[in-house]
C-alpha cells in the first residue's frame, strides 16, 4: 500500500490567495521529498524538492515545509492563479535495499485536486 | 537536453488482446526507468523499474511485463489484456546516486481503456 497520503483530497481556493496542501509520510527511511504537479491528461511534472536534512526550501512562489518530528509535509503556493488548477502529489524517496544504492524507489500520494476560482 | 517519449498517447484494446508500450529517453546514458500505472482518481503505483539492459524488478504480480532490450528503452508488455488493465500509464527515468537529478522525469503517459 502508499505509505505516503494527503489529509485533504480537494481544495478550491480563489485567485491572487495563498493555496496549502498537505502531506502525511509514514516512513521515516525517507531521505527526499518531491512535489509534483498533474495537469489532466498529461504525465507528473517536478515542482520542488527537498531533503530530509532541511526543514523549508522555496523556489518561484512555492515554499515546501519538512516536519520530521510529525513527518508533515505541504506545499504552499502564493497568489495562487488559473493555471495552478491541478492534482498536486506529494512523494517520498527510499533506496531500494538490493539496488546498491544507486535506485530509488518513489512512493506517491493519492493526490490533492488544487481548483483556483477566478 | 534530457527527453523522454511515450507512446501512444491513447489506445483502446479488447480484452484479450496483446499490448505493447514503449518508452525511450534520449540525452543521457544508463538511466533508472520506471514504469507506473495510475488510475482514475488515484495515486501512482509503481509496476517495473530497471537499473540496466535486461534487468527488470517488478514490484507488484499482475498480469504485465517490462522488458529493456536497449539502454534507453522501456517496453511495457501484455500478452492477454484484462479489464482492470485500463488506466494511465507512466513511463519515468533518473539517474543513480551520483546523477545529478534526484526526481524523476514522467512521459506524457498514454491512456489504455480495455474494453
Known amino acids: 500500500g502508499e505509505s505516503v497520503g494527503l489529509h485533504l483530497p480537494t481544495l478550491s481556493v480563489q485567485e491572487g490567495d495563498n493555496s496549502i496542501i498537505n502531506c502525511a509520510y509514514s516512513n521515516s527511511a525517507s531521505d527526499y521529498f518531491i512535489w509534483y504537479k498533474q495537469e489532466s491528461g498529461k504525465g507528473p511534472q517536478f515542482i520542488i524538492d527537498?531533503?530530509?536534512?532541511?526543514d523549508k526550501r522555496q523556489g518561484q512562489r512555492v515554499t515546501v515545509l519538512l516536519n520530521k518530528t510529525v513527518k508533515h509535509l505541504s506545499l504552499q503556493i502564493a497568489a495562487t492563479q488559473p493555471g495552478d488548477s491541478a492534482v498536486y502529489f506529494c512523494a517520498e524517496r527510499r533506496i531500494i535495499a538490493d539496488s546498491g544504492g544507486s535506485n530509488y524507489k518513489l512512493t506517491f500520494g493519492k493526490g490533492t485536486l488544487l481548483t483556483v476560482n477566478p | 537536453s534530457q527527453t523522454i517519449h511515450q507512446w501512444p498517447a491513447t489506445l483502446v484494446q479488447p480484452v484479450g488482446s496483446p499490448l505493447s508500450l514503449e518508452c525511450t529517453v534520449e540525452g543521457t546514458s544508463n538511466p533508472n526507468l520506471y514504469w507506473y500505472r495510475q488510475a482514475a482518481g488515484r495515486g501512482l503505483q509503481l509496476l517495473f523499474y530497471s537499473v540496466g539492459i535486461g534487468q527488470i524488478s517488478s514490484e507488484v504480480p499482475q498480469n504485465l511485463s517490462a522488458s529493456r532490450p536497449q539502454d534507453r528503452q522501456f517496453i511495457l508488455s501484455s500478452k492477454k489484456l484484462l479489464l482492470s488493465d485500463s488506466g494511465f500509464y507512466l513511463c519515468a527515468w533518473n539517474q543513480g546516486v551520483s546523477g545529478v537529478s534526484y526526481g524523476y522525469t514522467f512521459g506524457s503517459g498514454t491512456r489504455l481503456t480495455v474494453v
Open positions: 527537498i531533503r530530509s536534512n532541511m
